[in-house]
């Protein structure tokens, strides 16, 4: 996307909201359809992600004398130990993905309860935004306490709570575009 064509898209705050919302909706549709498929990308994507980052690091160690650390390193090999067990082990790699995923969407919906409060004053859809948050602290904390639930399953949430979080975006976005004049209100 040229900068002209991104800059006349994201123009107005609200724009941004509903693109933001229009890929959450096509992310939950196309885990929903391949769930299989949908746990062994992830696993292969954060296996392959894991050990760049830990090549990267020891690399940084080696080749950046006046700022290397041994913790560097040490960060380095624990992520390419990572790596290279999420690919000998995706079932154990699966249920630990879980927890990850669970732990990310609490802190997203805490820090958007947090910043729906904070905008309530200039933001004209702000309880939206709010519902957002706390349909998503609260996908956090079903994943979080359930590990019963299997990868599947959680997969299967991943998807309705994309579903439903992008739908509420693009129910925000609209609010922000009809209620706002001011550009760039919502920066997230």
């Given at each position: 996307?040229?900068?002209a064509v991104?800059?006349k898209?994201?123009?107005?705050?609200?724009?941004?909201?509903?693109?933001?919302?229009v890929?959450?909706?096509?992310?939950?549709?196309?885990?929903a359809?391949?769930?299989?498929a949908?746990?062994?990308?992830?696993?292969?994507v954060?296996?392959?992600?894991?050990?760049?980052?830990?090549l990267?690091?020891i690399a940084h160690?080696?080749y950046?004398?006046?700022?290397?650390?041994?913790?560097?390193?040490?960060?380095?090999f624990?992520s390419?130990?990572?790596?290279?067990?999420?690919?000998?082990?995706?079932g154990?790699?699966?249920?630990?993905?879980?927890v990850?995923?669970?732990?990310?969407?609490?802190v997203?919906?805490?820090?958007e309860?947090?910043?729906?409060?904070a905008?309530?004053n200039?933001?004209n859809?702000?309880?939206v935004w709010?519902?957002?948050?706390?349909v998503?602290a609260?996908?956090?904390?079903?994943?979080?306490?359930?590990?019963?639930?299997g990868f599947?399953?959680?997969?299967?949430m991943l998807?309705?709570?994309?579903v439903v979080?992008g739908?509420?975006?693009?129910?925000?976005?609209?609010?922000m575009?009809?209620?706002?004049?001011?550009?760039l209100?919502?920066?997230?």
């Open positions: 996307m040229s900068e991104g800059r898209m994201f123009k107005h705050s609200g724009t941004a909201l509903l693109f933001r919302g890929l959450a909706v096509l992310f939950g549709l196309l885990v359809a391949l769930p299989v949908t746990v062994f990308a992830l696993i292969f954060f296996a392959i992600f894991a050990i760049t980052d830990g990267t690091n160690y080696f950046d004398p006046s700022r290397h650390s041994r913790w560097t390193m040490v960060g380095g624990i390419i130990a990572a790596g290279i067990v999420a690919l000998a082990w995706p154990m790699t699966a249920a630990a993905l879980g990850l995923i669970g732990l990310w969407a609490l997203l919906g805490l820090s309860i947090v910043l729906a409060f905008a309530r200039s933001v859809g702000w309880p709010l519902l957002t948050g706390v998503t609260l996908f956090g904390l079903l994943v979080l306490v359930n590990p019963g639930l599947l399953g959680m997969v299967g998807a309705a709570f994309a979080a739908l509420l975006l693009i129910v925000c976005g609209f609010k575009r009809r209620g706002s004049t001011s550009p209100v919502y920066a997230h």
